[in-house]
């Protein structure tokens, strides 16, 4: 990171830190909801951003998370036991979900996560003895942290913040351990990364796994945060939106989930003026975005450092020209 990035994440604390005092009960919410899908699509931008892997099947695991600890509270079991439970169970489905793309690739691998988040969700959906199916699980407790209630909003919302802050210091270690620069290898040109001595089965199935513990923990976060689920915001349609906050925001760019989860979360929220055209209106400036920055908005140093480099080049090249015809 430059010292500019880290000036930007330091302002950008600074203002998360602030803001809750100045908001009126939903514009804390709508954080929180926005932090929560920051966490899950760090673990998405790993699998899909970092990793090349294609995956449209996170909002499963961020169901997952959701239900278990949902499940474990209405049990009476506390949700700092139900966390590692939910985390545990995500990392070894991921871990099953990447199989498949140790065989088939891009579209098809597309589709094999699709169909797996298609069965959890009819799960979800169809086994009301565990689950609750369409009445879903209500009246979900809040936790506590070391004796403090968190059942307020701007309290849950420090306890959100505070679990981004520290998962991104997690993943920011992740990416520049060996690890990261394995998975990269693993995206950029596996036969490559394979010759290197990079054991791309293992990293490729780490990728989902490790992708699919933030989505659970996002998830029961979100538990938490809306105290009542069911199967609707675990659908393939959020896998969809979520891997679009990736895409929009900058796949393998580290702070591409901030971006596009505001993107796909607040953006919404700032078009109601619309009306019933608002997500005409949403689709219409993804669809115009994605045309014009392909490689999502954090590219855009990327793309104006590569011009200003290309017209140097270029003048260079004329400097030097002119120099030779110069010459008797």
């Known amino acids: ?97 990447g199989f498949p793309a140790l065989r088939v690739q891009t579209i098809y691998l597309a589709f094999a996560t699709l169909g797996f988040n298609t069965a959890v969700w009819l799960v979800m959906r169809n086994e009301e003895w565990l689950t609750g199916g369409t009445f879903g699980i209500n009246n979900i407790a809040r936790p506590g942290l070391f004796g403090l209630s968190l059942d307020g909003s701007r309290a849950y919302y420090y306890f959100v ?30 036969i490559r990364a394979e010759s290197l001595g990079i054991d791309v089965q293992a990293y490729t199935l780490l990728a989902f796994a490790i992708g699919a513990v933030y989505a659970g923990i996002a998830g029961a976060l979100f538990a938490s945060l809306v105290q009542f689920i069911e199967p609707a915001p675990f659908a393939v349609g959020t896998s969809f939106m979520m891997y679009l906050m990736v895409v929009v925001g900058g796949p393998g760019y580290f702070l591409g989930p901030l971006l596009g989860s505001a993107v796909g979360v607040l953006l919404p ?41 290309a017209r140097e080049a270029s003048a260079a090249r004329s400097a030097a020209a002119a120099r030779l015809g110069a010459r008797p």
């Open 269 to 309: 929220e700032w078009l109601r003026f619309a009306q019933a055209w608002y997500l005409f209106v949403f689709g219409v400036a993804v669809v115009l975005l994605m045309l014009w920055l392909p490689d999502g908005l954090l590219s855009i140093p990327d793309r104006l450092r590569a011009r200003r480099q």
């Open 161 to 190: 913040l505070g679990a981004a802050v520290l998962l991104g210091a997690v993943m920011w270690g992740l990416l520049r351990s060996p690890w990261g620069k394995a998975f990269t290898a693993l995206r950029d040109n596996p």
């Open 1 to 97: 990171m430059n010292k500019t990035l880290y000036g930007l994440l330091g302002l950008l604390a600074v203002v998360l830190l602030a803001a809750p005092p100045f908001l009126k009960g939903y514009g804390v919410y709508l954080l929180s909801y926005w932090l929560v899908f920051v966490i899950a699509n760090m673990g998405l931008n790993l699998t899909v951003g970092y990793a090349g892997q294609k995956s449209l099947g996170h909002a499963a695991f961020f169901g997952i998370g959701a239900y278990t600890v949902a499940i474990l509270l209405k049990a009476g079991i506390s949700f700092w036991l139900g966390l590692p439970l939910a985390m545990a169970g995500c990392f070894v489905l991921g871990l099953a979900v």
